[in-house]
């Protein structure tokens, strides 16, 4: 895939603010996470034979959608990566419309979700991908490590959360559902023997 320019910096942008700013307990949401959903993102992308323009606002988004972390509170990290995108593009000759689908986008991200576009409904399904990956065992116990870390509390029903959010959680392309749902059940089955 050929990046534009606006791309290439985007890019830049966000690896040098996690090179900057990244906190120690960022053991789930840093630059690895970030670039695992850029990938997912440009994936799903590729099977919708998404143009251009859609390409450029997903993959901005797939970028900037956990930049807020860096800067906010878990609660407030989606406005915070929206307030960080407009930032890269003050100098930049973009349409407000553009960065406004980007934000959308990245507002899209905000538990419990419900996109109401494709592209939200792709950087969705990119973000939770792991969910029907075998990943996923490690990535729960790196989400739980994080949380503890920032938040000082022992999550004592970890497990019974994680599987409550797995039952609540639906992909929402047919390219995901088709590829990641079998996955995601044997994961809930991972989470159930855990349990016991």
Same mark, same amino acid.
């Given at each position: 895939?050929?990046?534009?320019?606006?791309?290439?910096?985007?890019?830049?942008?966000?690896? @040098?603010?996690?090179?900057?700013?990244?906190?120690?307990?960022?053991?789930?949401?840093?630059?690895? /996470?970030?670039?695992?959903?850029?990938?997912?993102?440009?994936?799903?992308?590729?099977?919708?034979?998404?143009?251009?323009?859609?390409?450029?606002?997903?993959?901005?988004?797939?970028?900037?959608?956990?930049?807020?972390?860096?800067?906010?509170?878990?609660?407030?990290?989606?406005?915070?990566?929206?307030?960080?995108?407009?930032?890269? %593009?003050?100098?930049?000759?973009?349409?407000?419309?553009?960065?406004?689908?980007?934000?959308?986008?990245?507002?899209?991200?905000?538990?419990?979700?419900?996109?109401?576009?494709?592209?939200?409904?792709?950087?969705? @399904?990119?973000?939770?991908?792991? %969910?029907?990956?075998?990943?996923?065992?490690?990535?729960?116990?790196?989400?739980?490590?994080?949380?503890?870390?920032?938040? /000082?509390?022992?999550?004592?029903?970890?497990?019974?959360?994680?599987?409550?959010?797995?039952?609540?959680?639906? %992909?929402?392309?047919?390219?995901?559902? @088709?590829?990641?749902?079998?996955?995601?059940?044997?994961?809930?089955?991972?989470?159930?023997?855990?349990?016991?």
């Amino acid at each position: 895939m050929e990046l534009t320019q606006t791309e290439y910096l985007a890019e830049k942008y966000v690896v @040098d603010l996690f090179t900057r700013l990244a906190s120690t307990y960022l053991v789930y949401h840093n630059l690895s /996470h970030t670039e695992r959903v850029v990938v997912h993102a440009m994936e799903i992308a590729d099977h919708y034979r998404l143009n251009e323009k859609d390409r450029f606002i997903l993959n901005i988004a797939a970028w900037f959608h956990d930049t807020g972390h860096l800067i906010a509170d878990i609660a407030l990290h989606e406005q915070a990566g929206v307030r960080l995108m407009k930032s890269f %593009f003050v100098d930049k000759e973009i349409d407000e419309a553009l960065t406004d689908t980007i934000a959308d986008c990245i507002m899209a991200t905000k538990w419990p979700t419900a996109p109401k576009t494709l592209l939200e409904e792709i950087i969705c @399904d990119a973000d939770t991908y792991h %969910f029907g990956t075998k990943e996923f065992e490690l990535t729960d116990e790196l989400v739980k490590k994080e949380f503890q870390l920032r938040t /000082h509390k022992n999550y004592a029903h970890w497990c019974d959360d994680t599987l409550r959010l797995l039952k609540a959680h639906r %992909f929402f392309t047919a390219y995901c559902r @088709d590829k990641l749902d079998k996955g995601k059940e044997a994961n809930i089955a991972y989470m159930e023997t855990k349990k016991t």
